[in-house]
């Protein structure tokens, strides 16, 4: 998997609009990346949200390789929760989380160990 370097800003705002949608329950994707460019969300069947968890079927995964994941915080707290770091550790190295009131300023990316970097949007 090559190093990811940024997320395309129409991801970011799918990401924002589909979490703002899905309020007061929490939205989870998969992330993938074309040349280290976050691009995709990729949603899982069975993925069960409610509003303070949600969780994705792993095991209904394609055989791809995913970038990492997203997912909501309804309560705008846009820390990892310890649910949210055992995911972390299955599904690639960029997390991120996004938080009320949904705008540009409210997401955070992690890395697998649950540590905030930096995740350049990209045009």
Request: charged residues 20%.
């Amino acid at each position: 998997m090559k190093k990811i370097k940024g997320i395309a800003r129409d991801t970011l705002r799918f990401i924002l609009e589909v979490s703002k949608s899905s309020h007061p329950n929490e939205f989870a994707g998969l992330l993938q990346a074309e040349e280290g460019i976050i691009t995709e969300v990729l949603l899982l069947p069975g993925t069960e949200s409610g509003e303070s968890s949600a969780s994705l079927s792993l095991f209904m995964m394609p055989n791809i390789a995913a970038a990492g994941s997203v997912h909501s915080h309804p309560t705008g707290i846009i820390k990892p929760s310890n649910e949210d770091l055992q995911m972390f550790g299955k599904t690639g190295s960029c997390h991120i989380i996004v938080g009320f009131p949904y705008d540009l300023q409210s997401w955070k990316c992690f890395n697998s160990r649950g540590e905030e970097t930096n995740l350049q949007i990209i045009d």
